[in-house]
């Protein structure tokens, strides 16, 4: 598994880099500086700083300007190409990287199916109070844009200082949204993009266990995900104005058929006005179904499937619980396991007649994606 983070100044990218290493046996993988299209911003102490314009401190010209160990870490490579290589090399063990200078080195890393990108990001009030708290500790140097002129490659990086809020945001705001250099566009194409507002670093290494970075799922979908994909899939093709519900039949691995809701073939699209129930307004989730036009993705689905090709081991997948109109049809065509993502008003009433009937009934949730707040109640239960 091959890990690259991005993200904002002080948001948390190396802090997450150390928990893989720490906690799940991640080796962190570095570029040389040359590689990098942005300049690195040191953050030193406080000591022995002049004060220069713009709000930013820079250390007086003396041999100490450089980092007290200018020996690149293990695992540092010149170029992404030599990383990638090596990283290819050894795919069956576990690597992180913050060195993501660019889209272009984000989508060579992306060729490989076991990469995945997680971004963080958190608010810059609370980004800024991480930057003072590193400034004053002498910790560490960030990547960023800067307006200051690019070291020479293979030159340890300019250090200084940034003694304003104003200052702080402006590098941040360029850092970020820079046209040609900016991390913006990386932090977008993240399959995970973390707010990480944790106050802590134990209760942020708590609630990154609770989401469990490393499930197998985020690289190569299991078949519930990939069947349940194809439902959502199929739900974009709903031309019913209250609802997209998709559907997918399967029997031993394969798809059978496919349905989605909205009016019979011949029939003015429910979008477009054909069905006065859903078009009238007023009626509630479930409730006066009988002079509803729109067929349901279930019985599209299993209309286009037929029972003769719904044999023994076929598997309903859903991307809403079955109505209890759907449920008694599902039942009927011998359909012996139903997979669905969202309640409906007719969960109970569904389960009980798959309960008698002897289908199996169970919800899928996938693995966590997307935005993810870290402070959310449910990480702490």
Same mark, same amino acid.
């Given at each position: 598994m091959f890990i690259g983070i991005c993200g904002s100044i002080c948001a948390g990218k190396r802090t997450i880099a150390r928990y893989l290493v720490a906690h799940h046996g991640f080796t962190q993988l570095y570029l040389e500086p040359s590689a990098y299209?942005?300049?690195?911003?040191?953050?030193?102490?406080?000591?022995?700083?002049?004060?220069?314009?713009?709000?930013?401190? &820079?250390? #007086? @010209?003396?041999?100490?300007?450089?980092?007290?160990?200018?020996?690149?870490?293990?695992?540092?490579?010149?170029?992404?190409? %030599?990383?990638? #290589?090596?990283?290819?090399?050894?795919?069956? +063990?576990?690597?992180? &990287?913050?060195?993501?200078?660019s889209e272009a080195v984000l989508d060579l890393y992306a060729r490989r199916p076991f990469f995945l990108l997680i971004s963080?990001?958190?608010?810059?009030?609370?980004?800024?109070?991480?930057?003072?708290?590193?400034?004053?500790? $002498?910790? $560490?140097?960030?990547?960023?844009?800067?307006?200051?002129?690019?070291?020479?490659? $293979?030159?340890?990086?300019?250090?200084?200082?940034?003694? @304003?809020? #104003?200052?702080? %945001? %402006?590098?941040?705001?360029?850092?970020?949204?820079?046209?040609? +250099?900016?991390?913006?566009?990386?932090?977008?194409? %993240?399959?995970?993009?973390?707010?990480?507002? @944790?106050?802590?670093?134990?209760?942020?290494y708590a609630t990154l266990g609770k989401l469990d970075l490393l499930d197998p799922n985020r690289l190569r979908p299991s078949w519930d995900t990939y069947f349940m994909a194809l439902a959502s899939l199929a739900a974009q093709r709903s031309n019913c104005m209250k609802r997209r519900v998709g559907c997918v039949v399967v029997r031993d691995g394969r798809v059978v058929s496919t349905g989605y809701n909205g009016t019979p073939r011949g029939l003015r699209n429910c979008g477009d006005g054909g069905c006065g129930r859903c078009n009238a307004g007023g009626t509630g989730s479930g409730h006066g179904l009988a002079t509803c036009l729109c067929i349901h993705a279930e019985e599209n689905a299993l209309l286009e499937a037929g029972r003769e090709r719904l044999r023994q081991g076929a598997v309903l997948y859903c991307d809403t619980c079955p109505c209890l109109t759907c449920s008694i049809k599902i039942v009927q065509v011998g359909v012996e396991e139903v997979v669905y993502n969202q309640g409906y008003s007719m969960d109970d009433q569904t389960a009980a007649v798959f309960q008698e009937a002897g289908v199996r009934l169970r919800q899928f949730v996938p693995p966590a994606n997307g935005l993810i707040h870290l402070e959310k109640p449910e990480l702490y239960t």
């Open positions: 299209t942005a300049t690195y911003v040191q953050i030193p102490s406080e000591e022995n700083n002049s004060q220069s314009k713009d709000g930013v401190s &820079t250390p #007086e @010209s003396t041999p100490n300007n450089t980092p007290e160990d200018t020996t690149p870490p293990q695992h540092t490579f010149s170029t992404p190409e %030599a990383l990638l #290589e090596f990283v290819t090399a050894h795919w069956n +063990k576990r690597w992180v &990287t913050t060195a993501l200078p963080v990001d958190a608010p810059l009030t609370v980004r800024w109070q991480r930057y003072l708290i590193r400034r004053n500790a $002498g910790e $560490g140097y960030l990547a960023s844009v800067s307006p200051f002129p690019t070291n020479l490659p $293979g030159t340890p990086p300019t250090r200084f200082v940034v003694d @304003s809020f #104003e200052r702080f %945001a %402006a590098l941040s705001d360029q850092q970020l949204f820079d046209p040609s +250099k900016g991390a913006h566009p990386l932090l977008s194409r %993240a399959s995970i993009r973390l707010l990480n507002t @944790s106050p802590s670093l134990a209760d942020l």
